[in-house]
């Protein structure tokens, strides 16, 4: 059974750092591209960072870019979303995906067929 639990959510202060963990199980990892999408309340779910299965490749949101870094380790079956510079505005619930199609990842949710639970990020002093 394909599973993905998210990690490392909490509540930082403005300029503060997390590292979320997506761990995967039940599927072969390394052929699976990855995404973190995030979910404010009120608003539509938007897609932050993936990493591709095809070349490694990886894309931010501009809202992000510079800040988070996003990174798989296929022999630990995870992938890691480090954030820093942390924002009010980057309060969400944090979500990973995965994308069984061999090839660029893509910030839309449409390809994406596997999702976890979520991870709640808030920041704020």
């Known amino acids: 059974q394909l599973q993905l639990v998210e990690s490392g959510g909490g509540l930082v202060q403005p300029g503060g750092s997390l590292r979320l963990s997506c761990a995967a199980s039940?599927?072969?990892?390394?052929?699976?591209?990855i995404a973190w999408f995030r979910q404010a309340p009120g608003k539509e779910r938007e897609g932050v960072s993936c990493?591709?299965?095809?070349?490694?490749?990886?894309y931010y949101a501009d809202s992000v870019k510079g800040r988070f870094t996003i990174s798989r380790d296929n022999a630990k079956n995870s992938v890691y979303l480090q954030m820093n510079s942390l924002k009010p505005e980057d309060t969400a619930v944090y979500y990973c995906?995965?994308?069984?199609?061999?090839?660029?990842?893509?910030?839309?949710?449409?390809?994406?067929?596997?999702w976890g639970q979520g991870t709640q990020v808030t920041v704020s002093s």
């Open positions: 039940g599927f072969t990892f390394d052929s699976y591209g």
């Open positions: 990493v591709s299965s095809s070349d490694g490749s990886t």
């Open positions: 995906a995965a994308d069984a199609g061999f090839r660029l990842c893509v910030l839309s949710e449409r390809p994406y067929d596997y």
